[in-house]
């Protein structure tokens, strides 16, 4: 990266930021620098291991089935029904 750059334009550039940002600035940016490449390469850790995880598809489960299916309790509702009304009817003949 730094393959084409010597000494002259390394001591250049270093005065440069000693003058722009002064002696005491650049500890204090040196370690911010160092957290921001940690925290980069955590995230890109992050991402690695969430992308190698197996992906796992739900499964989708039948709701409990009752004893008898909801079709007999409509049916077993109406007869009661049509039954109370010709006992009625009967009874008034």
């Known amino acids: ?17 000693i003058i722009f940002f002064g002696p005491k600035k650049i500890p204090d940016l040196a370690r911010g620098l160092g957290k921001g490449i940690s925290e980069f390469k955590k995230a890109m850790r992050d991402v690695e291991t969430e992308l ?4 796992v598809t739900p499964q989708i489960l039948e709701p409990p089935q009752l004893n008898a299916p909801a079709s007999e309790h409509k049916a077993s509702a109406s007869t009661q029904v049509n ?3 010709d006992t ?6």
């Open 88 to 93: 009625q009817a009967k009874a008034q003949d």
């Open 52 to 55: 190698e995880k197996p992906v």
């Open 1 to 17: 990266m730094f393959e084409n750059i010597g000494i002259g334009e390394l001591t250049l550039i270093l005065l440069v930021i």
């Open 83 to 85: 039954t109370q009304a």
